[in-house]
Each structure stands twice: as C-alpha cells, then as structure tokens.
Nanobody, 124 residues
Framework: HVQLVESGGGLVQAGGSLRLSCAASARTFSFYAIGWFRQAPGKEREFVAAIRWAAGTSAYADSVKGRFTISRDYAKITLYLQMNSLKPEDTAVYYC?????????????????WGQGSQVTVSS
C-alpha cells in the first residue's frame, strides 16, 4: 500500500502562483496514472489533471487548461501541479490519488490511495 502525501498549498492573491507536490512513500512504484482533484466547501470533489506515469501524457479539466501544468519526477516518485494565474474559484483542498485504470481517467471512483489533501486559498 503506497501512501501519497501532498504539500505546497497556501494562501495567494488572485493572479499568483503555487506549486503542489505529491510524494509517494515507495522506493520504486509503477502507477497507471496519478491525478489531482480538488474539493471546495459544499461542492463535490472534481477532476483537475492527470498524468500517465510511464508515458507522461496528461489531461486537464477545461477550467484549468492553460493555467495549470501537471508533471512528475520519475526518480523521486513525486507528482507536481504548477498553478499559475490563480483565481478565487480555484480555492479548494487539493488531493492526489492513484488511478485504478489504464489511460487517463477523470472520475473520482477510478482513483484510490488518496492523500490527505492540501489547502489552496486564493484571495481576490
């Protein structure tokens, strides 16, 4: 059982940037894909981005395309989410998780081993 631990959240003004990290507690591991999701107060958890671990191909939610970039460090077994041009509506707890299916799934039910979450707050 691999644990995923997020870090890097915080408070930032609108238009600012943050980088989230998601570290896996394993020396070596093979994922299908790892994804980022977010959940704002009173809302359902939603897909943000995902990356296929081996191939490096990625997918994004329309709401973050062009502003967020997902990447991974293969050697460090760490996932990143670079968030630029942040908006108040990006405020949420951000989670990383491991996919259970090949490809780049976007559904919450297609992921497991959720991290504890990292709070991102964007002020206007």
């Amino acid at each position: 059982h691999v644990q995923l631990v997020e870090s890097g959240g915080g408070l930032v003004q609108a238009g600012g940037s943050l980088r989230l990290s998601c570290a896996a507690s394993a020396r070596t591991f093979s994922f299908y894909a790892i994804g980022w999701f977010r959940q704002a107060p009173g809302k359902e958890r939603e897909f943000v981005a995902a990356i296929r671990w081996a191939a490096g191909t990625s997918a994004y939610a329309d709401s973050v395309k062009g502003r967020f970039t997902i990447s991974r460090d293969y050697a460090k077994i760490t996932l990143y989410l670079q968030m630029n041009s942040l908006k108040p509506e990006d405020t949420a707890v951000y989670y990383c998780a491991q996919s259970t299916n090949v490809g780049l799934p976007t559904g919450v039910s297609e992921y497991r081993n959720w991290g504890q979450g990292s709070q991102v707050t964007v002020s206007s």
